[in-house]
């Protein structure tokens, strides 16, 4: 796709309806603009506005090649504390749902 963004919008009602029934809830990559453009959404920007939006306590990524690394050491990032998710968040100036995590 041509272009690619962060989500403007998560339908939270729509997913905690199907998280209550007990369903998995998958989201794509893909999203659309109020014009009917296709969007890419990176997934990190998807996953973290969405658990924003529900109030997740966690985000569970599942790669299949690439990983997180720490830049300083080249190692594999396995897990991260919250306060450090925020700091990268913030250094990334990445908005979740429409709270700014950097302010």
């Known amino acids: 796709y041509q272009f690619s963004g962060m989500p403007r919008k998560v339908e939270r009602e729509a997913i905690e309806?199907?998280?209550?029934?007990?369903?998995?809830?998958?989201?794509?990559?893909?999203?659309v603009s109020p014009s009917g453009e296709?969007?890419?959404?990176?997934?990190?920007?998807?996953?973290?506005?969405?658990?924003?939006?529900?109030?997740a306590e966690k985000i569970v990524y599942y790669l299949s090649e690439?990983?997180?690394?720490?830049?300083e050491s080249s190692r594999v990032v396995p897990a991260l504390r919250l306060t450090e998710a925020r700091e990268l968040l913030k250094h990334k100036d990445v908005k979740v749902d429409s709270w700014h995590i950097g302010g």
């Open 17 to 31: 309806r199907s998280l209550n029934a007990g369903d998995i809830v998958i989201l794509t990559s893909l999203g």
């Open 38 to 55: 296709m969007f890419n959404v990176p997934s990190e920007g998807l996953s973290s506005s969405v658990a924003g939006a529900i109030g």
């Open 66 to 71: 690439g990983a997180c690394l720490r830049k």
